[in-house]
Structure formats: C-alpha cells, structure tokens
C-alpha cells in the first residue's frame, strides 16, 4: 500500500469557529482507519492554528499546516508570520509558492528560495507549488518553466533538506476554475519533475470527489492538495473515503 498525502487548503475562508469544526470532523474520520488511511495535511489560516492543533493532540496520521511563512527570520515586519512562530504553536507543514501568493503578493523565485529555508530550519516542511499558466502550455514551455521554479527556489538544498520537501504541481489554469488537467497531463509533468526529483509529489487544482482516486493512482502521484473542495465537510470526507486502499 502506498502512502500518500492529502493535504486541504482553506485559504481565506471558515470563521475560527467553522474552522474548529470542520477541523474535528476531518479529525474523527482521519482517526477512524476504516476511514482513512491517509497522511492529512490540514492547511488552515494562521488565526486558527493553534485551536486547531489542540484539536489534533497527538492523533496521529494528521498535520497542521500554514498557507504562507515570512522570508524573514525576525524583526519589524508588520503583519508577517515567521517560521519559529509557526513552530511554537506546532505547525508540521507550510505551503510556499502557491500561484496566488506569486500572483498577487508578487513572490519571486528568490524570495520562496528564503521561505524554504527558512522553513527547513525550523523544522517545518515546505509543501512547495509549482505550474505554468494556461498560455505557457499553450506554448509548449510548461514543463521548462517549471524545471525552472523548482530550480530556482530547492535546487540548492542539500540532499537531506531536499527530502523535507514535498512538491505539489498545480497547473494554475486548474486552481479554483473546475478544469481539471487530464491524466495524461498529469502523468507527463509528474514524470518530468520525477526524472530529477524522487520524493512526495502532490497534484492539485480542482481535485474532487469524483477524480480524487484516479489522480491519486497515477503511479507519479503521491497525493493532492485540495482547495474548494477541502471547504465542505461532506466533500473533505468522501475525499478521504474515496482514497482509501490506494
Ligand atoms: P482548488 O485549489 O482545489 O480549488 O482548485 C487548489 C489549490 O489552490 O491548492
């Protein structure tokens, strides 16, 4: 059996109280392993992380994660969330590089590259994204811009630290639009990254329930990272339901 991550992603959504209680549902499947047997990744907003790792306990088979973590150590920077913070209320992983930080808060490669870091160093793994826009595949470039992210922000990790990573490859065309790259589109581009990189390689953008367990057993998958549909409790969980025995 393989083991394989399924990460949620709530972005800006749920209030602290509907995040607490879609935590401890998710939770109680997670602990179920009739259910699932999964490695949940729960991605939830920086206000409701410590609520929602007291809730985890020490459950195993479930992770707190963050959406984001500041390329800086420490110091004045208003509004930013440092790695050592996310650490000291047990955060297990956090995205860096999500197409809508690069997009709309203007990340470059350089500064993920400081994020990683950063991240690494205090014990947190990066679940690091990764995907061309929709004109860069029209133009056949895709799978060089991607070599080229990864470059650019991990390939100068050691070897043990590059094993902290975990790669999630959203094509951004896919992320929150309903299209779902194909899984020829999927095999091609995973089977590309794991020409040079053998470890943890998520798919996301539009996963749900109903695809959920055909991208899951393409053999270069090794789990997704899933937005919308991670918002509704029924969805998160026939999700998990849906990936069991893999
Ligand atoms: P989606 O989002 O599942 O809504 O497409 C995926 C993501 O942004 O990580």
């Not at 955060?91 to 470059?108: P, Q, T, W």
């Not at 470039?141 to 070599?147: G, L």
């Not at 590059?162 to 899984?183: C, H, N, Q, R, S």
């Not at 996963?207 to 409790?233: H, M």
Request: hydrophobic share 40%; with cysteine; proline share 2%.
């Amino acid at each position: 059996m393989r083991q394989y991550i399924i990460a949620a992603n709530w972005k800006m959504n749920k209030t602290l109280e509907e995040g607490q209680k879609l935590a401890s549902e998710i939770i109680n499947i997670v602990s179920d392993e009739v259910k699932s047997d999964a490695q949940v990744v729960i991605c939830a907003p920086f206000i409701h992380l410590t609520a929602v790792k007291a809730l985890i306990g020490s459950k195993k088979n479930i992770f707190l994660g963050a959406q984001n973590v500041s390329n800086k150590e420490s110091g004045a920077y208003t509004g930013e969330v440092s790695a050592a913070q996310l650490k000291s209320v047990g955060v297990d992983f956090v995205i860096i590089g999500h197409s809508e930080r690069r997009e709309y808060f203007n990340e470059s490669n350089e500064m993920l590259a400081e994020k990683v870091d950063l991240a690494i160093k205090h014990g947190i793994r990066p679940i690091f994204c990764c995907g061309e826009s929709l004109a860069q595949r029209e133009q056949g470039v895709h799978i060089d811009f991607i070599k080229s992210q990864l470059t650019e922000s991990l390939f100068h990790l050691s070897e043990q630290d590059f094993l902290k990573t975990v790669i999630a490859y959203e094509p951004i065309w896919a992320i929150g639009t309903g299209v779902t790259a194909t899984i020829e589109d999927i095999e091609n581009v995973h089977n590309a990254i794991k020409e040079r990189i053998s470890k943890p390689l998520l798919y996301g953008g539009s996963v749900k329930v109903e695809n959920v367990r055909e991208i899951c057993q393409i053999p270069n998958v090794d789990g997704a990272l899933i937005g919308t549909a991670s918002w509704k409790k029924e969805d998160f969980i026939k999700i998990l339901e849906n990936t069991k025995d893999l």
